[in-house]
């Protein structure tokens, strides 16, 4: 569910955000040897649903717990096996966009914890990629050339070495466990500690200790309210 003001200063100056929202409904069916996948629109200011949009002969969404995360005029999905579909509400499209090339050899749902779907840098479709083996953080992001041609460009890479190193006899355990949209930050879960990630600082922050055999999703959300405005004292959007 999206609230129809896109921005904090909307919400701070436009009431109808407390009555105007967008609802995006996802339906996910299996055939014999077919999968799809369908969204549909729906406009509370107008009260209509719009057409059901739907994308056939692709992987199932990773997680349906999993947020999606909302980068421009699109909602995005992470796909088992790191592909990701991608909902324009504004022009009513539903694709998929393969992940980076460099990955395109893993598949299988065992990976789908080590990639993250990110708001990237100048408001573009980003992902973050966990590498287990280097214990990095590889962030990508989808830029156009001078030719108009949309791909994948490698933008930067977090090392992790010192804030999850173990003797050489543990092995790590570290996982995506969330994403911020609001502060651009990962949730990261390691075999006993959770972190957050801040992307543009690089500065980590220790957020809690947990149960070694327990990782926990985060689902950030943003409170506000309009000063001097009792009426308006507490909402979500």
């Not at 539903?94 to 100048?122: N, W």
């Not at 922050?205 to 926990?216: C, N, P, V």
Request: proline letters at 2%; charged letters at 20%; aromatic letters at 12%.
């Amino acid at each position: 569910m999206m609230c129809s003001a896109r921005d904090v200063h909307q919400h701070l100056h436009n009431e109808n955000c407390l009555s105007t929202f967008k609802l995006v409904l996802v339906c996910q069916e299996y055939f014999a040897n077919q999968k799809k996948v369908s969204v549909c629109l729906y406009d509370s200011k107008s009260n209509t649903w719009g057409d059901i949009i739907s994308v056939t002969d692709t992987c199932k969404i990773a997680n349906v717990a999993r947020p999606s995360v909302i980068v421009g005029n699109a909602l995005y999905w992470l796909l088992s096996g790191a592909n990701i579909l991608e909902f324009d509400f504004e022009r009513q499209t539903l694709v998929v966009i393969e992940k980076p090339t460099t990955y395109a050899h893993v598949t299988g749902s065992s990976v789908d914890m080590c990639f993250q779907i990110l708001r990237g840098e100048d408001n573009c479709l980003g992902l973050a990629v966990l590498s287990k083996l280097k214990l990095s953080i590889q962030l990508w992001g989808r830029k156009s050339n001078g030719d108009g041609i949309v791909s994948w460009v490698l933008q930067k890479c977090v090392q992790l070495d010192e804030l999850f190193s173990r003797p050489a006899r543990r092995k790590n355990v570290i996982l995506l466990a969330g994403y911020d949209e609001d502060t651009n930050a990962i949730f990261l879960s390691s075999d006993s500690h959770d972190f957050i990630l801040q992307l543009e600082s690089v500065q980590f922050r220790y957020i809690g200790r947990r149960e070694r055999t327990h990782f926990r999703m985060y689902y950030p959300y943003t409170n506000f309210y309009i000063a001097g405005n009792t009426s308006l004292s507490d909402f979500f959007c």
